[in-house]
């Protein structure tokens, strides 16, 4: 007899679990395997789970805004595969969709992640559960990854438990958790999830040479991240803004960004709104962050070498990523189309001087050709153009 989850959990009173319809041949066509019998039964029972106020259960589902199935295990399977190059070349585990590869399941709230070892067996409901684990989980040592001879529902029952019903522990065993089966609630209103449609490259062949090798300047970048219809500036002028600055900016900043406008290039690097009055006024992102900088260089001067604007020579931040990286303009010499790009790196030591102007910094960083500490480039089994992109704000953004 298969062992069912209802044997050892009860629903929370609160928000319990409702399931959201799965079209199983299209999201087992699109994975180009079958899926476990117990997964395809508590997703048709519980839908996407909070389990043991611990576990995330993710099935196939969208909350717009939020999560899509697709999306998410595109993305962990990407990390999953950068995280494996750390193990020992024997060691590595091999990751969706290569012949074999974990496929992830679930996800804990300390970020540990659940997979399937799909190279058990061809037969899904024999596949074992692989966790790769964030924090110190005892028994665990130094690995990261672990491997149980445990089914989906074999692990869930094991992390709900009082004693060992195995002569012993299987592994380092999150838990012991409640046996409280949940709605997650940042799905509350998850909808039936569809793979996406086929659609052509973006590019031609032709094209994609032109954006990855032998094209340079705008007529590469254009390529690599067309630019919007109506790029966003804000509702001020270029004069206003110099005068308010007391100085000009580069020549080549100007024009990228009247062809592009205020956005987020790639989903990272996001360029500040330059010609916004009122309120988040440009001048006002430039102060804060220099003032921050102050303080830092005030406490460690070796570590934050850089002066700041307007002190002379000073650092001009224009662009910022998503995980605090700064890019920027010495502001050397009266000529401003001759200050030199540089990135005040948020989790590394500060380096010198970008060699090259904006346009082509940005072209190089999206081909993943730019190393420099605070530019995270695409990883060696990313498609550069789909790394690429260039999203614009619009009135609301605050950048």
């Known amino acids: 007899m298969t062992l069912d989850i209802a044997a050892f959990t009860e629903p929370h009173p609160e928000r319990p679990p409702t399931p959201v319809a799965v079209d199983w041949a299209a999201v087992e066509a699109w994975l180009g395997t079958p899926l476990p019998d117990d997964y395809k039964r508590l997703a048709g029972t519980h839908g996407p789970l909070d389990f043991g106020a611990y576990l995330w259960i993710h099935t196939p589902c969208v909350e717009e805004g939020r999560f899509d199935y697709g999306d998410w295990l595109r993305d962990t399977h990407r990390r999953a595969r950068i995280e494996a190059r750390a193990e020992p070349e024997d060691e590595r585990p091999v990751i969706h969709p290569e012949p074999g590869g974990l496929l992830a399941w679930g996800r804990s709230r300390g970020s540990d992640v659940l997979f399937w070892d799909t190279s058990v067996s061809d037969d899904p409901n024999k596949w074992t559960v692989v966790v790769r684990h964030r924090g110190p989980v005892p028994g665990s040592g130094l690995r990261a990854w672990h491997r149980y001879d445990l089914t989906l529902t074999g692990y869930l029952r094991h992390t709900v438990r009082s004693e060992w019903e195995l002569p012993s522990p299987p592994g380092p065993l999150i838990g012991p958790l409640p046996g409280s089966v949940a709605r997650t609630a940042f799905l509350s209103t998850a909808t039936p999830w569809a793979p996406p449609e086929p659609t052509e490259p973006r590019l031609t062949e032709g094209q994609r040479r032109v954006a990855l090798e032998t094209g340079s300047g705008l007529d590469a970048l254009r390529l690599l991240s067309p630019p919007p219809r109506e790029p966003y500036l804000g509702d001020g002028t270029w004069e206003a803004l110099f005068d308010e600055l007391g100085t000009r900016l580069p020549r080549e900043y100007v024009t990228l960004m009247e062809l592009y406008g205020a956005g987020c290039w790639s989903e990272w690097l996001r360029f500040l709104t330059p010609l916004r009055t009122g309120e988040h006024r440009f001048i006002h992102h430039v102060e804060e962050t220099a003032d921050g900088y102050r ?105």
């Open 295 to 399: 303080q830092l260089r005030g406490n460690h001067p070796r570590s934050y070498p850089l002066s700041v604007w307007p002190e002379p020579g000073g650092f001009l931040p224009f662009a910022n990523s998503i995980d605090s990286d700064f890019l920027g303009w010495l502001t050397e010499g009266p000529d401003p189309d001759a200050w030199p790009l540089i990135v005040w790196p948020r989790h590394a030591e500060q380096g010198p001087p970008l060699r090259s102007g904006l346009v082509d910094t940005l072209v190089a960083w999206q081909r993943g050709t730019l190393v420099t500490e605070g530019l995270a480039c695409p990883d060696e089994d990313d498609d550069p153009v789909e790394f690429a992109g260039f999203r614009s704000w619009d009135d609301r953004a605050h950048w």
